[in-house]
């Protein structure tokens, strides 16, 4: 059974910064060959995927609403994977989730991914 944990949400002003981490723990998690996907859902609105990594090669996408300001990593060491945010605007205001599944999925959709964090609040004004 896998669990995911995230952490690093908070309150910050338009422009700050926030670094969100998703760890993976359970005795049947392997940190190789796993899509790690962030998504985000504001009140009212569909759940987003944000961006998403491969812990296999580092492959990643992102959400072309985050592009040049958010960068997700992978830690495989410590069955981490991080999300680095900058420039926040407050439309970025959501529960963000991380999610995993096996494998790499180039467009991830939330419907790909069965493993679900229970969410962090990430709050922009």
């Known amino acids: 059974h896998v669990q995911l944990v995230e952490s690093g949400g908070g309150s910050v002003q338009a422009g700050g910064s926030l670094r969100l981490s998703c760890t993976a723990s359970g005795d049947t998690y392997s940190s190789s060959g796993n899509c790690m996907g962030w998504f985000r859902q504001a009140p009212g609105k569909e759940r987003e995927g944000v961006a998403a990594i491969y812990t296999g090669d580092g492959s990643a996408y992102y959400a072309d609403s985050v592009k040049g300001r958010f960068t997700v990593s992978r830690d495989n060491a410590n069955n981490t994977v991080n999300l680095m945010m900058n420039s926040l605007k407050p439309e970025d205001t959501a529960m963000y989730y991380c999610?995993?599944?096996?494998?790499?999925?180039?467009?991830?959709?939330?419907?790909?991914?069965?493993?679900w964090g229970l969410g962090t609040q990430v709050t922009v004004s």
């Open positions: 999610a995993a599944r096996t494998g790499w999925v180039p467009q991830p959709e939330a419907t790909d991914f069965h493993i």
